[in-house]
């Protein structure tokens, strides 16, 4: 019977997981996404006048006959290279992306209470771009 006593947990255990539950918290969650841009980067002025890349990534899950999509809305502050690099990226492209998320709540114009989801881009990778050429690139929707 001692023999079992001796696998029990200890406190010093029971402390350390206590200790681990109560450490503050980072200033952003991170995010890691990996998918395809559901359109070319746009770039916007916000309301400061500072450029921001905007960008939409699209990932599938589930069974194949019932795949499910979320679209992911990211935001980037990329200059100089960086930003001309991904401005030529099209629709299509199979990017892995990790950003910093953050939940906002906010009021619609009617009323409503909504809240989402804010990506900010820290770093991109391109795992493959699109099989495409230019005519089905630049078609209408």
Request: hydrophobic share 30%; charged share 25%; net charge positive.
């Amino acid at each position: 019977m001692s023999l079992f006593t001796s696998l029990r947990p200890t406190t010093r255990l029971a402390t350390a997981a206590r200790t681990f539950s109560t450490t503050s918290a980072r200033p952003a969650a991170r995010i890691t996404i990996t998918g395809r841009l559901a359109a070319d980067p746009e770039l916007v002025a916000t309301s400061t006048g500072q450029d921001v890349i905007k960008y939409a990534v699209g990932t599938s899950s589930g069974p194949r006959d019932n795949k499910q999509t979320s679209w992911f809305r990211v935001a980037s502050f990329a200059e100089g290279g960086q930003r001309d690099y991904l401005m030529s990226l099209q629709k299509g492209t199979l990017v892995h992306v990790e950003g910093d998320a953050k939940l906002k709540t906010y009021e619609d114009s009617e009323g409503r209470r909504q809240t989402s989801l804010n990506i900010t881009q820290r770093f991109l990778e391109v795992l493959s771009r699109p099989q495409n050429n230019n005519s089905e690139h630049h078609e209408s929707h």
